[in-house]
């Protein structure tokens, strides 16, 4: 009987902090890059594909055309311009709807910018309201970044009250007061990033399951490649939230795919609708040194607290593993938390939860890979990191084994 209860308390202890982790569930937001419709001229009013207006002074504005900061993902960014001294008015743009858990919280991200194309018709100034359905998140004003700065982030946690809604962004008309010189007013969006929380003292990731890119070509479907970028033409596209080193690769590529990509299938994306990956060839480098990384800033750690970090990770698919990189490595502050010289690829996607220890409120989290003989790819889905919970229950644990023991 001691024998058992010292088992029984042994494995309730265990069990504590060995509970399952719930994931991330993120909502899928239809064209959330506003990458469609593709190649509109600059600053031209047209729909834009899963959003609706209730005016016609909105569209997407392409590669290059933005006058300012850089573009938070891929190629086109979204403007909502507003014109006149009505103060109150507004105009807005709505995705199409989308559910809800009404019991569970939810974060929502995003990327906002103004148009800098300061005139005595114009001003570089925005107000600006983000709602979900009946949840009002707040009104927020901001300016233009500025060439060569990024756009302006921000995350917002609620707890949805209906189980339909839309996302809407509403850019609210200025009065002569305002500042700036004219009536126009332009706003500018991208990277919307929609998903269920899965603790309620998560630490934010920016675009943690890589959804904020949007489909992959008309349906979804397609490569989804974000860059092509040979160390003499780099084209500079870009992933929100996430930043890419090539590696010195002439070759390498990343970009966020579905189940009908050839970099992912015949495995599945673990979770939402995309999850990244990246591909490089040269068969020089093969194990080298040279290693392509994919690299965050995780901010409002606490020093010397100790965190979870999970994700899922994969290989290229391939016969006999020809497509495994070598040398899969994960870095927070430096330091490696895990490695593999060869990462075989596997059906389902590998899962795996590290720890780590805090040294500062911010800290660089680094995957990478180096190249295998055929070219190769790293592939990663649903990224989360959370504090290590505190082991409330194991003292009353050891008591009532004490108590057992004495009986």
Not at 9 to 19: D, I, N, Q
Not at 373 to 402: H, Q, T
Request: glycine share 8%; with cysteine; charged share 15%.
């Amino acid at each position: 009987m001691k024998t058992l209860s010292i088992l029984v308390a042994a494995v309730l202890v265990l069990a504590l902090f060995a509970l399952p982790a719930h994931a991330l569930q993120s909502v899928y937001v239809p064209n959330a890059s506003f990458e469609w419709p593709a190649n509109n001229p600059a600053w031209t009013y047209s729909a834009i594909t899963g959003w609706d207006s209730n005016s016609y002074t909105v569209g997407v504005c392409g590669s290059g055309q933005a006058d300012n900061g850089n573009r938070p993902d891929k190629t086109q960014v979204a403007f909502i311009d507003t014109f006149g001294t009505v103060t109150g008015g507004y105009v807005q743009i709505r995705s199409a709807s989308l559910a809800f858990d009404t019991n569970q919280e939810y974060c929502l991200q995003l990327w906002l910018n103004a148009r800098e194309n300061l005139s005595a018709y114009s001003t570089n100034f925005c107000i600006y309201a983000i709602y979900v359905g009946q949840n009002f998140l707040g009104t927020y004003t901001n300016s233009a970044v500025g060439i060569g700065n990024p756009y302006y982030f921000r995350s917002f946690v609620f707890k949805p009250l209906f189980p339909a809604a839309r996302v809407v962004i509403r850019n609210i008309r200025l009065d002569d007061s305002a500042p700036g010189t004219g009536t126009l007013s332009c706003l500018l969006v991208d990277a919307v990033c929609l998903y269920q929380r899965s603790r309620p003292n998560e630490i934010l990731v920016r675009n943690p399951s890589f959804e904020a890119s949007g489909e992959q070509g008309p349906g979804g479907g397609g490569m989804g490649l974000i860059n092509v970028s040979p160390a003499w033409a780099p084209i500079n596209d870009v992933m929100a939230g996430w930043t890419y080193y090539d590696g010195g690769y002439n070759s390498a590529t990343f970009g966020t795919g579905t189940n009908s990509n050839p970099y992912i299938a015949p495995a599945s994306v673990p979770e939402g609708q995309s999850a990244f990956f990246d591909n490089k060839s040269e068969q020089w480098y093969v194990n080298s040194g040279r290693q392509t990384m994919l690299k965050q800033t995780i901010e409002g750690l606490t020093p010397s607290e100790v965190y979870n970090l999970s994700y899922n990770y994969n290989a290229r698919p391939g016969m006999n593993n020809i497509y495994s990189p070598s040398n899969f490595s994960v870095k927070i502050g430096g330091v490696e938390v895990q490695r593999q010289d060869f990462l075989p690829w596997s059906m389902p996607f590998y899962f795996t939860t590290v720890t780590f220890a805090a040294d500062w409120t911010s800290m660089d989290l680094v995957f990478g890979t180096s190249n295998s003989v055929d070219g190769s790819s790293m592939l990663l889905d649903d990224v989360e990191v959370w504090p290590v919970p505190e082991p409330v229950l194991l003292l009353p644990l050891l008591l009532l084994c004490s108590l057992k023991l004495k009986s």
